[in-house]
Every structure is written in structure tokens, then in C-alpha cells.
């Protein structure tokens, strides 16, 4: 677990509260050092903040994507800000506007790390490609295609029901963990990424199909 | 004007291309000055040339038949000096020798006429019956009965204006004189016809030439109004299109000035004005661009502070079983001030950003009945906890429109959240209809209802129906608020009915696409069921 966040209060805060649910948290003050810490510690989870001092959130989001498919939760005080949905662009799988409840982050970081709890043995298929749910691979025609969990679970819970409509709503509890509605772009946002590594061409969708002014759903196998 | 009772479809279609013909041209009359000008010059002048022709002509022809007149009675004269010197000249005056000699006058008298100038000269008897005349102009029906009489009665020289007779029957206008013959052996007249058919060709060259000459003169009139006005106008129909691109955004634009006359001195004027404007509204965006920022920026800054204290008073919360009483409590009231402090807080960011002009819409098609299932499975907690039950009446088709979810989610939360908190008064029905005049959500309840005049207030920020009560029912008071802000920025608007007693219902109403037309609501905003109830207050508070 790395927390990348310049107010000490607020981190020493986060590492109380992260301690008591178990998590063994790491500290790191600027964006600059971010990616060190990210190189050295290979957290499970990230907490960004998304204003830091030196390199700012989004760039360290996008540098850790880079590299790896570690889930990312950003922590911003605006939730209808340009850079919520800039810091999803580029790869954050979450966000969590503050103040908030310290269940609420805990929650949200255990749907992040959720996957890791129940591997099965599932083969999906989906369009032309082939989802190995236990091995956590997607592959069209041999070849390997590289998600981030989050990625890979959005396709896997479409897959899983071929044909069936599934709201944004749907999406979000299901995928995301929200019990209550929440901001439906985190879901266009990962769908666009999604499309961008699955689909054969991004502007006429065959495995991620909307339907619109519902939801969306996959492309027949 | 009156209309067929039943008229056919292809008669109405008619009539309304002739009414949007003419409503076509109503609008370019009242549009272009320059047409206005040019066919009130082409009126006046019209009147004007059309006067001066009639009184030259007049003038021409009074002229032309005066001397023609002239001519005639000077030849009258001569006329009657001759044949009283002819009828004094018999020797043995007897009926025969005095007709054959008005025969000869007659001859005489007409052979003097040239070819050019031919005229028809007549002698009639007083006595009647007895007339002598030459060339082809039938006396008989060509001297006017009238002028016989006054030349018999009166014994004198008289004129007037007759229409000729011609043996062939063709007609003509002329002139007839007349005067009796002064002789004691016969009592005779004598009449000269004049044929006017030179002076009508003149007049008629002249007229023909008068009315060409006319027309032209209007309508180079016309052209140069036209001409003029467009000097004029041009500047104008270009202060106009600049004025327009000012207005739609672009600060930038100029007239061009020429010269130092009044059309230069508007395009000075006008550039001046602009450049007012343009340093206004920069420094009016550098304002709200300052506001925005501050916005953000007290917005972070609060919030990093307000999540540290937050997740301690959590810890805090969490362990008060294990604090002594009076600590536990402190915990407990800490947490639910918060929970206050931060809503107003969200609240009160919120709605600067509506001032700042910063709320930004994602609209999307969204499903409007799976927003209000939403709305009512999170409002269900506090429905419950208040005992009071929201019915849902929802169409069976899909309501697709494009809004913003989160938006419109919030605004109908916080309608129903009012309901069931401050209505008192249960069932809170919520219903949804869509059709051409947009969609439109009304959340009814049964409560206190609002008192007159509230309805308008209730969107105000902070008011509060009843402020003995205010502080203990929870909410910020901005929350109406900000749920106008969001519809307004939909292009849509939200509006409240009440009347103490029957409740109260608030009407959110939304275009189809954001800023689209919005016609009659599908909903009607007071409700249609208790039509005898007593004086009832609207208010209304529009985008």
C-alpha cells in the first residue's frame, strides 16, 4: 500500500486509520519521489492525491500505468473537475472526493484488491477473444492483450453475461463496489480505455457495444 | 372579413401562401430602409409629377384652343360682313334669290378655307327649316341645339365645343361659331365647324410627351433615393453586422472608419463602445476566473484539513463505547456536526460555482425512470425513518433524455428528501411524464403546504418555511437552491404550487437536449383532483 499525499496531517491520519483495517501502509510526500517509492515498495493499491507539489497526480498516474496495472485510487477535493476525469483518462481505476468517511476509502480500496480473494477457474469468450478469468489473461487469436484488473474485471463481468444490457449503475456496483449510484464517467471513462486495447477498431465497437441512453453490453462471441 | 363555413383544404392551403406572402412582404418593408425610401420617393414624386402635368397641359390646351378661338371669330366676322353685304346686295329680295345666295356665301365662304385648314360653314334660316352648307360636316347633328337658340334668341356671336358629324358618320371634336347675319332682306345665321384634329394631335404629342417625360423623371427620382439611401444605410447595415459579431462573441471586431463625415463619426462611436464592452466583459471574466480559482482553491484547502479531522472524529466514533460517557457523547457530536458542516460546505461550493458561472453539464440520454427509481431507493432511509411512504407513478415507455444523471439525480433527492422531511404530510407521490412539451417531474405531498406567497420564496437560499423550526429538520437551505441552478443550467426550470392544507408540489421540467425547446409541461404543476379548494398561490420562478 502506497499513499502518495504532501499534507502530513492528513497521511499520518490515513496511515491510523489504514494500520487499524490491516493494510501496511508506505508514505510519500512529493510526486517526484512517487515513482521511487512505487519502484521500491510494489504496493498492491496506490492513494494519490491528485495536487502534489513537484510532479502533480495525473502525471504520476500515468507514469505508474506505465508500468503496471496497480490499482490507483485517486483522492481529489473536487469531484466535477477536469482532472477527475484526466486522472481517469490516464488510468486511475477510482476516486474518492474528500472529506471522506474512513469506511467509505476502506471500502473502496478492498473492491480494488477484491480480486485477489476468489480465483476461479472461468473461460469467457467474448467477440474474438478469449478471457482466462483464474489466469487473469485476454488474448485474441494466441496473442496477449495487457489489462489493468480493473479493465480486465469490466470485461469479464460483460462476458460473463453475453447480451445482457448492463446499466452504468449495474456496472459500478458490480465492478467498482458502490452500493448507491454513483459518478456514471468512471465507467464511460474505463470503457473508452477498455475499447482502446480490445477493440479492433475503438470507433465502431464490436466487443463493448453501447446501448444507448441504457448501458452497455458485449458484442456476441 | 368572413370566412366559407367549410372551406376546402386546397382553398385554406391558398389562403395561407397568401398570408405568408404577405407576411414575407410586411417583414421586408418594416427590414430595409432603402426600400421604404425609394417607394415613398417613387409615391411622392409620382404625386407630385402627376399635378404639374395636369396644370401644363391644361395651360397648353387653354392656350392652343384660345388662339384657335380667336382665329374663329375673327373669320365669324369676316363671315357675316360678307354675307350681309351679299344679302344687302339683291336687287328683287324674293325667297328664291335669298337662298341661292346663301348657297353662294356658303361656297364662297367655305372655298376660302386651305386644305390644311378645312372647316364646314353653314347658313340656317331663322325661320327654321331653311339651311344651306358645304363640305362633308353634317350641320344637322354637329351645331349644338343649344348654341342655335342663344345665337336666334339673343341675336349675337356665340361659340362652344361640339362633337362633328361627317357625312361617312365618323365623328370628331371641333368648334363651332355662330352668329346671326345683319341684313334687312334675309334673316340668316351663319355657322362655322372647325374640326379640331390638329389641336388634338398637338395636345396629345404634347401629353404623350409629358407622360414619358414624367415617368422618367420618377423614376430616376426613385433611383436616386435608392442610390442616396444606400450611402446612408450601407454604414448602418454594417454598424448592424459588426453589432452582431460583437454579440455573438467575437470582442474583437471593428468598423472600419473612412473619412470625417457623420457615418464616420457612428463607426467612432460604435468602436468606442465596443472597446468599453470588450474591457467590461474581460475584466468580468478575469473576476469570475479569479472567483473560480478561489473557489478551488479554498475548496482544497478546506477539504485536506476537514478529511484529516473527519477520519479522526470517525477513529473517535468508533472507540466511544470504550470512553467515559461525557467523552462518547462529545464523539457522537462531533461526528454529526460534521456530517453538517460538510454538506453546507459541499453546499455552499456548490452554488459558487453556479455564480462563478463554473457549473459545468455532461449530459448523456439517460433513462429519467431509472434516475427516479434511484432517487427513491436512496431517499428510502429517510422515508422510512419518518413512516412515510413515496409512491412512484412512472410511464411504461422509456423516458430517454439527455441530462446530466448526477444533476438531475440530486435535484429530484432533493425534492423528495423536502417532501417526506418538511411536507409532514404522507403519501409523497412522485410522478414522471415526457411528451413534445419536454419531461417533467412533480413530487406532490400531502403535508402543511405552503402559505401564500412561500411558493415563490422557497428557492431562495437559506429560507426556511418556518424559522421556529428551522435548526432541528436538518438541511443546508441551500438546497432548493442549487437544484434551480442545475435545472436552469439544463436550460429547464423548477417550480413549487402549495396551499395550506392540501400540500404541497414541486415541478422540475426539462427540455429534451440540454437548452432545447421546452413547450407546455406534460404535468400540470397544481393538482388536478381538488378543483374546490380555496384560494390557491403560484409562484413562479423562471430560467
Not at chain 1, 473536487?78 to 476502506?106: C, H, M, N, Q
Not at chain 2, 342663344?150 to 352668329?179: C, F, I, K, M, N
Not at chain 2, 462529545?330 to 457549473?359: M, N, P, V, Y
Request: aromatic letters at 4%.
Amino acid at each position: 500500500m502506497l499513499v502518495v499525499d504532501d499534507d502530513p496531517a492528513l497521511a499520518e491520519m490515513l496511515g491510523i486509520v489504514l494500520r487499524t483495517e490491516g493494510f501496511e501502509p508506505s508514505f510519500v510526500a512529493d510526486g517526484d519521489r512517487a515513482m521511487a517509492a512505487f519502484r521500491a515498495t510494489k504496493p498492491d493499491l496506490v492513494l494519490l492525491d491528485l495536487m502534489l507539489p513537484g510532479t502533480d497526480g495525473i502525471d504520476v498516474c500515468r507514469q505508474i500505468r506505465a508500468e503496471s496495472g496497480t490499482p490507483i485510487v485517486m483522492l481529489t477535493a473536487r469531484g466535477d473537475t477536469v482532472d477527475v476525469v484526466l486522472g481517469l483518462e490516464v488510468g486511475a481505476d477510482d476516486y474518492i472526493i474528500k472529506p471522506f468517511k474512513p469506511k467509505e476509502l476502506v471500502a473502496r480500496m478492498r473492491a480494488r484488491l477484491r480480486r485477489n480473494d476468489a480465483p476461479t477457474s472461468e473461460m469467457l469468450e467474448i467477440g474474438d477473444l478469449t478471457i482466462d478469468v483464474a489466469g487473469h489473461v485476454v488474448s485474441r487469436n494466441g496473442t496477449q492483450i495487457a489489462l489493468t484488473p480493473l479493465e480486465f474485471d469490466l470485461l469479464a463481468a460483460l462476458a460473463r453475461r453475453p447480451g445482457q444490457v448492463f446499466t452504468r449503475e449495474h456496472l459500478l456496483e458490480q465492478v467498482w463496489g458502490y452500493r448507491h449510484a454513483a459518478d456514471t464517467r468512471l465507467v464511460n471513462v474505463h470503457v473508452q480505455r477498455l475499447r482502446a486495447k480490445v477493440e479492433r477498431d475503438a470507433e465502431r465497437p464490436e466487443i463493448v457495444l453501447t446501448v444507448r441512453g441504457v448501458g452497455y453490453k458485449a458484442g456476441p462471441p | 372579413m368572413t370566412e366559407a363555413p367549410a372551406s376546402p383544404p386546397s382553398g385554406r392551403l391558398r389562403v395561407d401562401r397568401a398570408r405568408r406572402a404577405g407576411a414575407a412582404v410586411r417583414h421586408t418593408w418594416r427590414a430595409s430602409l432603402q426600400l421604404r425610401v425609394a417607394a415613398t420617393t417613387l409615391v411622392l414624386s409620382g404625386i407630385v409629377v402627376v399635378v404639374l402635368g395636369v396644370v401644363l397641359l391644361n395651360q397648353i390646351r387653354d392656350g392652343v384652343l384660345e388662339a384657335k378661338q380667336r382665329a374663329a371669330l375673327s373669320q365669324l366676322d369676316f363671315g357675316l360682313q360678307h354675307a350681309a353685304d351679299q344679302f344687302n346686295a339683291i336687287d328683287r329680295p324674293n325667297p328664291t334669290s335669298v337662298r341661292s345666295t346663301a348657297s353662294s356665301v356658303t361656297a364662297d365662304l367655305a372655298g376660302r378655307g386651305s386644305d390644311a385648314l378645312s372647316y364646314g360653314v353653314a347658313m340656317v334660316s331663322t325661320a327654321g327649316g331653311d339651311s344651306a352648307s358645304t363640305a362633308d360636316i353634317l350641320p344637322v347633328p354637329s351645331i349644338p341645339t343649344r348654341l342655335l337658340h342663344t345665337v336666334s334668341r339673343e341675336q349675337r356671336e356665340a361659340w362652344t365645343y361640339a362633337v362633328l358629324t361627317h357625312r361617312d358618320g365618323s365623328r370628331e371634336p371641333g368648334l363651332v361659331v355662330g352668329g346671326p347675319v345683319q341684313s334687312d332682306t334675309a334673316d340668316y345665321q351663319l355657322y362655322y365647324l372647325f374640326p379640331l384634329q390638329q389641336e388634338s394631335q398637338t395636345i396629345s404629342l404634347v401629353e404623350r410627351t409629358m407622360l414619358f417625360s414624367g415617368l422618367a423623371v420618377v423614376l430616376l427620382l426613385v433611383a436616386i433615393a435608392a442610390l442616396v439611401t444606400r450611402q446612408v444605410v450601407r454604414p448602418v447595415r454594417l454598424a448592424a453586422a459588426t453589432a452582431e459579431r460583437l454579440a455573438a462573441g467575437r470582442l474583437r471586431d471593428r468598423m472600419a472608419v473612412r473619412g470625417e463625415d457623420d457615418l464616420a463619426s457612428l463607426a467612432t462611436s460604435f468602436n468606442r463602445m465596443a472597446e468599453t464592452v470588450e474591457q467590461q466583459i474581460s475584466q468580468l471574466r478575469e473576476l469570475s476566473r479569479v472567483q473560480r480559482r478561489f473557489v478551488a482553491d479554498v475548496s482544497h484547502e478546506l477539504r485536506t484539513p476537514i478529511t484529516t479531522i473527519r477520519m479522526a472524529a470517525d477513529v473517535l466514533h468508533d472507540a466511544r463505547s470504550e470512553l467515559p460517557p461525557e467523552l462518547g457523547r462529545s464523539a457522537e457530536l462531533l461526528q454529526t456536526q460534521l456530517d453538517r458542516f460538510e454538506a453546507l460546505l459541499a453546499d455552499l461550493l456548490e452554488i459558487s460555482r453556479h455564480d462563478a458561472g463554473a457549473a459545468t453539464l455532461e449530459p448523456e440520454p439517460v433513462d429519467l425512470r431509472g434516475l427516479v427509481s434511484h432517487v427513491l431507493d436512496a431517499t428510502a432511509p429517510i422515508a422510512e425513518r419518518r413512516g412515510c411512504a413515496v409512491e412512484a407513478d412512472l410511464p411504461d415507455e422509456p423516458v430517454v433524455a439527455e441530462v446530466d444523471a448526477r444533476r438531475v439525480q440530486r435535484i429530484l433527492r432533493n425534492l423528495v428528501a423536502n417532501a417526506v422531511e418538511h411536507g409532514a404530510g404522507c403519501p409523497v407521490e412522485v410522478r414522471l411524464r415526457g411528451d413534445e412539451g419536454g419531461v417533467a417531474v412533480t413530487i406532490r405531498d400531502h403535508g402543511v403546504g405552503l402559505r401564500p406567497g412561500e411558493a415563490a420564496l422557497v428557492f431562495g437560499r437559506f429560507w426556511r418555511a418556518d424559522p421556529a423550526r428551522a435548526r432541528t429538520s436538518g438541511g443546508t437551505g441551500l438546497g432548493l437552491s442549487i437544484a434551480m441552478e442545475d435545472a436552469r443550467l439544463h436550460g429547464g426550470y423548477l417550480q413549487a404550487w402549495g396551499d395550506p392544507g392540501r400540500g404541497s408540489v414541486f415541478r422540475l421540467t426539462l427540455p429534451w437536449r440540454v437548452g432545447g425547446e421546452l413547450g407546455e409541461p406534460p404535468l400540470p404543476l397544481e393538482p388536478p383532483d381538488e378543483d374546490a379548494a380555496p384560494v390557491s398561490t403560484e409562484g413562479v420562478a423562471r430560467a
